[in-house]
């Protein structure tokens, strides 16, 4: 019996790191047309931003050599990934990786699934220093890796 194909499996690092700079640079945008005083104006952002870092994370794994199916199995636990990723020569500012283990699994759910309670989040200034930091972090390591050549994310 065949098993079914999931989307992005045998996916390059580079094609990932590009799709997670896509999503970074419409974070960036979503950012920018937030609307004061209206916390939920937030919620496209901080979704987009978090998948974003979710894209980031899985392209170092496979840069490191972790497989596709061991990436799925993480789900969407950035906290799990962070971890790997630290276990694998990722080096994350203090304040990037205590964001990513402590809150931003419970982020994640918050912001897909309670558009009422945003207020309980971050600050949105923290998750996008942590979207930055993992985005220079990783695209340092791809630079110097050649399966993740082109596009340069922020």
């Known amino acids: 019996m065949d098993l079914p194909v999931y989307s992005g499996e045998g996916v390059a690092p580079a094609d990932v790191m590009r799709l997670a700079a896509e999503y970074h640079e419409a974070a960036e945008l979503l950012h920018k047309q937030r609307r004061k005083g209206e916390p939920i104006s937030l919620a496209p952002c901080r979704f987009v ?9 899985n392209a170092f794994l496979l840069m490191k050599g972790v497989d596709h199916k061991a990436l799925r199995a993480l789900q969407h636990n950035l906290a799990d990934r962070a971890q790997r990723a630290q276990e694998t020569s990722l080096v994350l500012r ?34 996008m220093a942590t979207l930055k930091d993992l985005a220079t972090k990783v695209s340092a390591t791809a630079a110097n890796t050649k399966q993740t050549r082109g596009r340069q994310p922020f």
């Open 49 to 57: 931003a978090l998948h974003a870092i979710e894209l980031y994370l």
């Open 94 to 127: 203090q304040g990037t990786l205590s964001h990513l283990m402590d809150r931003s699994s419970r982020e994640y759910l918050i912001t897909r699934y309670s558009p009422e309670l945003p207020a309980t989040l971050p600050q949105l200034t923290r998750l």
